[in-house]
């Protein structure tokens, strides 16, 4: 008798299903999210460029409709990743917790068990504070917006982020997201590499220690902008 071929989408369904399915999806979309952060932050610190205007080209070139496509395709897909990384995360947080009620009681690495476990409260805010940045930066919803020249083809950015800043409570809760999503990449970078199956006694903790080095730059990197504006270093 032949054997009854498998259906490749059932095939990829009861791989995902199984947690190894969820950590896979978890690391790709993590990695997609990882360097949309990357680049955001490399885009932001043009903020400190001699040339205020710097940052507001930079704005006038994503806002520009010749490049509406292709920036909405990207913010789709980015969008996607979100979803299926939320999901997965959720879906394997639960197998978890049914699978073993009760946690281990011992903790040799303490930052890391730490992150481990802030990492279902710290993706949701982390989530939380992107609608809010959108919110804030983007649509102007939370504090009035300027355009350069009244153009709104071309945000004038380097004023909006610098008073945004000097709201006390806006720079608070960025700088507390930040942190947090500090401690959510610095679990998600080292885990990544056990989901891919990369794991050894000798290599593990310089991938730890490589994963909170990174994590910390961008945390200080994002941190700066508004901890620059209050000590009034960035000014309009």
Not at 128 to 152: E, K, R
Not at 184 to 213: D, E, N, V
Request: aromatic content about 10%; hydrophobic content about 50%; charged content about 10%.
């Amino acid at each position: 008798m032949s054997a009854i071929a498998i259906n490749p989408v059932d095939r990829a369904v009861r791989f995902y299903e199984a947690p190894i399915g969820k950590k896979a999806v978890m690391a790709i979309t993590g990695v997609i999210l990882f360097g949309y952060v990357v680049g955001h932050l490399l885009g932001n610190l043009q903020i400190y460029s001699s040339d205020p205007g710097q940052i507001n080209r930079y704005a006038g070139f994503l806002h520009n409709p010749a490049n509406a496509i292709p920036l909405w395709a990207i913010r789709a897909f980015l969008l996607l990743a979100v979803v299926l990384h939320v999901t997965a995360s959720v879906q394997l947080w639960n197998q978890n917790r049914v699978a073993r009620p009760i946690g281990y009681v011992k903790k040799n690495d303490v930052p890391a068990s730490y992150a481990a476990r802030t990492m279902i409260w710290s993706g949701p805010i982390v989530g939380a504070f992107i609608v809010f940045h959108i919110l804030h930066l983007t649509v102007g919803a939370v504090l009035p917006l300027q355009d350069v020249n009244s153009n709104p083809v071309t945000p004038d950015v380097h004023y909006n982020v610098i008073a945004g800043f000097q709201n006390y409570g806006v720079s608070a809760f960025y700088i507390v997201a930040m942190i947090l999503l500090c401690m959510h990449l610095y679990h998600g970078l080292w885990s990544m590499f056990q989901s891919m199956g990369i794991s050894h006694p000798r290599y593990t903790p310089l991938l730890k220690k490589g994963a909170a080095i990174v994590a910390i730059l961008i945390a200080i990197g994002n941190c700066s902008i508004p901890i620059a504006v209050m000590a009034g270093l960035l000014h309009l």
